[in-house]
């Protein structure tokens, strides 16, 4: 894995400066990039070339693509990966309750893939509770 860092942003005073840009190779396949988002937060994205339609063997071949947002209004993070349609993606989130009357201000929720999802990126088959069998 090699990595390569693009020449920061020019912040202006008193913020805090963030590279506009990084990539990395992994195992000479596709790179992963990490680009601010439109909604203020940043993204890191890898995608393989099986998500351009190639045929792939090997370690990670069974992935198109794998992408972390962090979304600062939403509080939240999201995890995503793409094993079935490039189009779609198992989607992870955390995301912090805001502070006020709720009971549980202040805390971490998750929301994870299960098998009972309304729309769910690949069919997903119970081992045991939290594991689950994808496309099966």
């Not at 005073?13 to 937060?41: L, N, S």
């Not at 940043?42 to 693509?65: F, H, V």
């Not at 989607?91 to 912090?96: A, E, I, N, V, Y």
């Amino acid at each position: 894995m090699s990595t390569t860092d693009t020449t920061p942003g020019e912040g202006e005073q008193g913020t805090e400066r963030m590279p506009v840009a990084f990539g990395v190779t992994i195992d000479g396949d596709a790179e992963a990039h990490y680009f601010p988002g439109d909604d203020g937060g940043q993204r890191i994205m890898y995608e393989s070339d099986r998500a351009n339609g190639y045929e792939l063997s090997g370690p990670l071949s069974w992935m198109n693509s794998a992408g972390i947002s962090f979304d600062p209004d939403g509080d939240a993070v999201h995890l995503s990966v793409s094993t079935g349609d490039p189009r779609g993606a198992f989607t992870m989130t955390l995301r912090r309750i805001p502070d006020g009357d709720h009971p549980n201000a202040g805390r971490v929720i998750m929301h994870a893939p299960h098998p009972d999802d309304s729309t769910p990126h690949e069919s997903l088959r119970e081992i045991h509770p939290g594991t689950y069998m994808v496309g099966g």
